[in-house]
C-alpha cells in the first residue's frame, strides 16, 4: 500500500498558530519585564537601607546628631548628607563622582542611584536620593538629634528623587518609579515602597502631608 501524501496545514490553522506563538511572546515579555522591575526595585532598597546603615553610624559616632542637610545645590564640599554618610560607610563623598556632572560617564551599579531612575546628571548634578529638609528645618547648618525624633518608623528620611536637588521635601517625591510609586527610607532605618497615591495628590500636583505614615515634620 503506497503512503499517503502529507496533510499540509490551512492558511487558517498558520495564522492560529503565529497567533499562539505571539500571545505566549507577549507573556514571556511580561513575566520578564515584571522579574527586571522586581530587581531593580530591590537594588534600590538595598541602597536605601545601606544609607540607613550609615545615618546610624553617623549618629552613634556624632553624639546621636543627624548630618547636616548640605546645600540645595549639592555643591558643598565640607558638609552635608552627600558627604558624610559616604564618609561612615568608607565611600568616596559625592563631590568625587565624575557622573555626577557628566551625564556620558555611566555610573554603574553604585548607592548612589536607582537602576529604575533613568535620570542623568544636567551637567551640575545628579541626585537619585533626596533628604527630607524638613527633619533638620530650615537654615544652613541645622541639625537635630535623633533621639528626639518622637516617631522615627514613620519619619521620612531619604526617598526616591522626582527632581533634582538633594534636600528637599514632599513635593520632590518621584511619582512613576517601581511600579508607580517610589521608595522611602524612615528614621529607624527600614525602608517601604508607596504606592503615588498614598503620597501624591495630582489634581493639586504636589505632595501629600497628611498621610500618618509618611511623616515629613519629626
Known amino acids: 500500500m503506497g503512503m499517503g501524501r502529507a496533510r499540509a496545514f490551512t492558511l487558517l490553522e498558520l495564522l492560529v498558530g503565529m497567533v499562539i506563538l505571539a500571545i505566549l511572546a507577549a507573556l514571556l515579555l511580561s513575566v520578564m519585564g515584571r522579574t527586571t522591575d522586581k530587581a531593580k526595585a530591590a537594588a534600590c532598597l538595598g541602597n536605601l537601607r545601606q544609607w540607613g546603615i550609615a545615618t546610624r553610624l553617623f549618629a552613634i559616632n556624632n553624639e546621636d546628631f543627624l548630618p547636616k542637610d548640605g546645600s540645595a545645590s549639592g555643591s558643598s564640599t565640607a558638609e552635608g548628607w552627600y558627604v558624610e554618610l559616604p564618609r561612615s560607610m568608607g565611600l568616596p563623598a559625592y563631590g568625587d563622582m565624575r557622573w555626577r556632572t557628566n ?68 513635593n520632590n517625591v518621584h511619582t512613576n518609579l517601581h511600579s508607580r510609586g517610589a521608595q522611602f527610607l524612615f528614621l529607624d532605618g527600614h525602608v517601604v515602597r508607596f504606592p503615588n497615591t498614598a503620597y501624591w495628590d495630582f489634581p493639586a500636583h504636589r505632595g501629600i502631608t497628611n498621610n500618618p505614615e509618611l511623616l515629613w515634620l519629626p
Open 103 to 170: 551625564a556620558t560617564v555611566d555610573p554603574g551599579r553604585s548607592v548612589w542611584i536607582c537602576p529604575a531612575n533613568s535620570r542623568r546628571s544636567n551637567g551640575k548634578n545628579l541626585f537619585h536620593y533626596c533628604l527630607n529638609e524638613r527633619v533638620n528645618g530650615l537654615g544652613a547648618g541645622n541639625r537635630i538629634s535623633i533621639t528626639s525624633i518622637p516617631h522615627p518608623a514613620c519619619t521620612v528620611w531619604l526617598f526616591d528623587n522626582g527632581g533634582a536637588a538633594p534636600v528637599a521635601q514632599q
